[in-house]
């Protein structure tokens, strides 16, 4: 069965850094989505992704954030310059035509900034 | 704004007994969707069931099903005949019509007794 993939599965950083994390949906999907989860907290939706233009964002999701689809199968998400509560653990999802109410999620990228 | 409330940090049931996990949420919406999301240790979130609210009759996928009050603003998700594989971080999750996120609840951490 098809799974979203999710690249690396854990990166330590610098604070200051660019860190991209890395997700190949499932391959004819069409809708993207990041979130996040702060050791303890919930999971919080950081910005969706259709049509190569973000369709929604969270009021975390600011500039120091972007997203991209660069090839037709991988989705980014960058961080410009991290900060110490950056470090979570980043979810990528996407959902495809025969499940519009079924968002598939990748198994996370754990981000520990230093 | 949404919010999702699992009171129950942690649960736990004997193999082969009944246990339900408890989600209220808070909306003004009238159209929405309900999820009851699963993550498996190390492993990715994987939808267990939803409701439509517009729907009367509570959801069922095999053992698993849903008491969805809609007045009450209650969505409480119940496993039968419990396995060890039912051992996980389950998450209730809010999504209104239209919109592309969903808002989840802390999560209600499952253990299975052998």
């Known amino acids: 069965e098809p799974e979203v993939t999710q690249t690396p599965s854990h990166q330590v950083t610098q604070m200051g850094q660019e860190v991209i994390l890395r997700c190949v949906p499932i391959?004819?999907?069409?809708?993207f989505y990041w979130y996040r989860q702060i050791l303890g907290q919930k999971v919080e939706f950081l910005v969706s992704?259709?049509?190569?233009?973000?369709?929604?964002k969270s009021e975390i999701f600011d500039d120091q954030f972007s997203v991209e689809r660069p090839d037709g199968s991988n989705f980014t998400l960058k961080i410009r310059s991290t900060k110490l509560e950056d470090s979570a653990m980043y979810f990528c999802?996407?959902?495809?035509?025969?499940?519009?109410?079924?968002?598939?999620f990748g198994p996370g990228t754990r981000l520990t900034v230093l | 704004a949404q919010t999702v409330t699992q009171s129950q940090p942690e649960m736990s049931v004997q193999e082969a007994e009944t246990v339900t996990l408890s989600c209220t949420y808070d909306?003004?919406?009238?159209?929405?969707?309900l999820f009851w999301y699963k993550q498996p240790p190390s492993r990715q979130m994987i939808l267990v069931i939803r409701?439509?609210?517009?729907?009367?009759q509570n959801a069922t996928e095999n053992r698993f099903s849903v008491n969805f009050q809609k007045a009450a603003k209650s969505f409480s998700l119940k496993i039968s005949d419990s396995q060890l594989g039912d051992a996980a971080m389950y998450f209730c999750?809010?999504?209104?019509?239209?919109?592309?996120?969903?808002?989840f609840g802390q999560g209600t951490r499952l253990t299975i007794n052998p």
């Open positions: 999802a996407s959902i495809g035509p025969e499940s519009y109410n079924e968002q598939f």
């Open positions: 391959s004819n999907h069409l809708y």
């Open positions: 992704f259709y049509n190569n233009e973000i369709s929604e």
């Open positions: 909306t003004s919406e009238s159209d929405y969707y």
């Open positions: 409701q439509e609210a517009y729907k009367q």
């Open positions: 999750a809010y999504r209104r019509a239209g919109a592309q996120k969903l808002v």
